[in-house]
């Protein structure tokens, strides 16, 4: 069984001292920082609230998800998470369907394919009522207009 959070887990960020740890660990190991360090801290940085520390998170793990192949199965949920928290949902589905190709009974992926499958749902019937308001007003003020120029003649 895969020791990976649920997506709940990422809603909950570290305290600004715990942050502070994995950066300072970061930051010391400079140009020399090894993948642990920066997936540590890159995975603080997607607990964040904070949208570019967020980003910042994403970065790093896609850094190294490139670079690193012994990784990539590791890096392919926190990737996931990362652009699910951004709204960057495509990206999301993207890389947590990968890691569902590898692992079909990871039941933390699973949760967050749900979760990522409501946000779009969601957000496509929020876009459905946007275009249909926008297309009732648009007939409503059209047929204020075509009323108004049928009075004048």
Not at 6 to 25: C, G, H, I, N
Not at 47 to 76: A, M, W, Y
Not at 98 to 121: F, M, T, W, Y
Request: aromatic share 8%; hydrophobic share 40%.
């Amino acid at each position: 069984m895969s020791s990976l959070p649920y997506a709940a887990d990422a809603e909950s960020p570290l305290k600004p001292a715990e942050l502070q740890v994995l950066r300072s660990q970061y930051e010391k190991e400079a140009e020399y920082v090894g993948v642990q360090t920066k997936f540590n801290y890159a995975w603080g940085l997607i607990k964040s609230n904070n949208r570019q520390e967020q980003q910042n998170g994403v970065r790093l793990l896609s850094d190294i998800f490139r670079t690193s192949p012994e990784r990539r199965r590791e890096c392919l949920y926190y990737l996931a998470l990362g652009n699910f928290k951004l709204g960057n949902y495509a990206e999301a589905r993207r890389y947590n369907d990968l890691l569902l190709d590898h692992e079909p009974a990871n039941l933390q992926a699973g949760s967050l394919r749900g979760l990522i499958d409501d946000k779009v749902a969601k957000e496509g019937m929020v876009g459905v009522a946007i275009v249909s308001g926008i297309a009732i007003a648009a007939g409503v003020v059209g047929g204020m207009l075509f009323r108004g120029a049928a009075r004048k003649r």
